[in-house]
């Protein structure tokens, strides 16, 4: 009976893995591989007219982990509305290796791109290569920068918060002193070390008992899966509830569950699998990235650099914790990128943020 199990779970891992390859294909191959407004002031829709894509030159585009789901759809998003400021967007993916990523944005520079948007792995490794492109007098957007630099902007998600958010929706379903474990990512990349803080700590404040961590080194599914393998043997059914920190590890380690084996499990997704996940009850919730929008954010702040315009150095963005009942009416990826938007900065708690989408109930 056991290896009937052990059979059936693998299979449910395996299918996983191919729907998010599915997925990752639609999203197409990596690119390396294969009007201003004040800060305040009223901003361009995304429907508005449009100069011709390309018509203003090249914008690079530097991600961490191009096999990332959530990282294509927001590569989409920035496309989709960097050609509607004219521009065409080249994309390299650094693959998780730093020199990779620095090496990519010293080529963007040879090139001479209009500007360069760039997630760092590592805020303060990039800098040297950030300041030569500062040198050449290429803006630069920045996605969740730690330190300072010389930014256009910043578009800024609270990592930490993600994580505490993450922890008091975990304590709130499992109950105070509830066991629960975690599987992080790499603490070489800047958000996935800040999630894992905001998680422990939160985890501590809520009165969560944290009996283990592990770290999916490579941010694969199957490494997910055989962590929660290993939490199930350890733990069995007093383990009340998991936090993984990528949204198809988590997925993969739902799979797992089985008999009295059935953890909560709470995310940090950005796809429309995390949204059905949620709503199949696959996962409890999701601290939903929004990456379409934000993808689409960059792309009008790249936008606006290009034409000399300004906007707040940086802009924070608050993704909202989704249960099974908040997904519903919730946009899926592929309404997010014709979903019509104002890109308008809104100044909440002394600092500038950009609205996020909302459920249509």
Same mark, same amino acid.
């Given at each position: 009976m056991r290896a009937d199990l052990s059979r059936i779970t693998r299979f449910a891992i395996l299918a996983v893995v191919a729907a998010f390859a599915l997925a990752l294909s639609a999203c197409g191959s990596d690119d390396d591989d294969a009007g201003s407004t004040s800060a305040g002031g009223s901003a361009a829709t995304s429907g508005d007219s449009a100069p011709a894509a390309g018509s203003k030159g090249t914008v690079g585009f530097s991600i961490p982990q191009g096999a990332d789901p959530s990282l294509r759809l927001l590569d989409g998003g920035l496309k989709a509305e960097a050609a509607k400021q004219g521009l065409d967007v080249k994309t390299t993916d650094a693959n998780l290796n730093v020199d990779k990523q620095l090496s990519d944005i010293d080529t963007?520079? =040879?090139? %001479?791109?209009?500007?360069?948007?760039?997630w760092p792995l590592s805020s303060e490794a990039v800098q040297p290569a950030l300041a030569r492109a500062q040198a050449a007098n290429i803006p630069i957007i920045a996605i969740y920068a730690l330190t300072e630099g010389p930014y256009f902007t910043d578009l800024i998600i609270d990592g930490k918060g993600v994580g505490q958010d993450a922890a008091k929706y975990l304590a709130d379903a499992v109950g105070a002193n509830g066991k629960v474990a975690a599987i992080f990512g790499p603490p070489q990349v800047d958000q996935f070390r800040e999630i894992a803080e905001g998680f422990k700590a939160g985890?501590? =404040? $809520?009165?969560?008992d944290l009996v283990d961590s592990q770290v999916d080194a490579k941010i694969a599914p199957e490494g997910s899966a055989d962590i929660m393998q290993t939490f199930k043997s350890k733990f069995g059914p007093s383990l009340k509830g998991v936090f993984v920190s990528y949204?198809? &590890? $988590? #997925? $993969?380690?739902? $799979?797992?569950?089985? &008999? @009295?084996?059935?953890?909560?499990?709470? =995310?940090? &997704?950005? =796809? @429309?699998?995390? #949204? %059905? &996940?949620?709503e199949s009850g696959q996962l409890t919730a999701s601290v939903y990235q929004n990456v379409v929008l934000m993808g689409r954010i960059a792309g009008w702040a790249a936008g606006q650099a290009v034409d000399g315009g300004k906007i707040p150095e940086k802009l924070y963005i608050t993704p909202p914790v989704l249960d099974k009942q908040g997904v519903k009416g919730y946009p899926t990826t592929d309404e997010q990128l014709t979903k019509e938007y104002e890109f308008k900065p809104v100044q909440e708690g002394g600092r500038w943020t950009m609205p996020l989408f909302e459920p249509e109930n």
């Open positions: 963007f520079i =040879t090139q %001479k791109v209009k500007a360069i948007v760039v985890a501590k =404040t $809520a009165g969560l949204e198809s &590890g $988590a #997925l $993969a380690a739902s $799979a797992v569950r089985e &008999g @009295d084996f059935q953890p909560k499990i709470v =995310t940090y &997704g950005g =796809t @429309d699998e995390s #949204l %059905k &996940g949620v």
